[in-house]
């Protein structure tokens, strides 16, 4: 019996809300799929490439702020991806009070996947990150700063790792892509 209604679940969220989601956001490209139980908030400001698979119970607020996803980008499950902070400089004023509009530009920040990324389960990316072409993002970390292309990062704050690949080889990878470390053809 669980089968079938994990069959019949699975099936709707394909066919209708994930449907409806994608029609609901800024832009998109072809191959997208959404798992199950995402929230989109702002989405008119959300911005996804082609070949894009985003993890069930996945997290995007950008009501202030952008979040553009190039191609070939995987995010886990439970993945958190907020475009704004709030103001906690406003003396005499409780955090929760502070609207919108109170806010200054650097309360709220566009976000960058450049593509071929992986981000892992439980990530969470904050204002003003991009994310470089090719970067990893370990399960579990936090990441308030950019990442290099084709590194791996981890950890709270995530820090670099180690890289993919060699010098040598990423030319390799490049070349075999047909493309060059910008990602143009």
Not at 20 to 47: C, D, F, P, T
Not at 136 to 148: L, N, R, Y
Not at 167 to 172: A, N, Q, S, T, V
Request: hydrophobic share 40%.
């Amino acid at each position: 019996m669980y089968k079938i209604i994990r069959f019949f679940q699975r099936a709707w969220n394909k066919l209708i809300v994930s449907k409806i989601k994608l029609a609901a956001i800024g832009s998109h490209g072809s191959n997208v799929k959404l798992g199950r139980n995402i929230s989109l908030y702002g989405e008119k400001n959300l911005h996804i490439g082609n070949d894009v698979s985003i993890g069930e119970q996945a997290l995007f607020m950008c009501t202030l702020a952008k979040i553009y996803i190039g191609d070939h980008v995987m995010f886990g499950p439970k993945v958190t991806v907020i475009t704004g902070g709030h103001r906690t400089d406003i003396v005499g004023r409780y955090m929760s009070s502070v609207t919108d509009s109170e806010k200054r530009p650097e309360d709220d920040r566009d976000i960058v996947f450049e593509g071929d990324n992986w981000i892992g389960a439980n990530v969470t990316v904050l204002r003003g990150v991009k994310i470089g072409k090719g970067a990893v993002v370990a399960a579990g970390a936090v990441v308030t700063k950019d990442v290099p292309a084709y590194s791996i990062v981890g950890g709270v704050p995530a820090k670099v790792i180690k890289n993919r690949f060699s010098e040598e080889d990423l030319k390799r990878h490049l070349e075999m892509l047909g493309e060059d470390l910008h990602g143009t053809v």
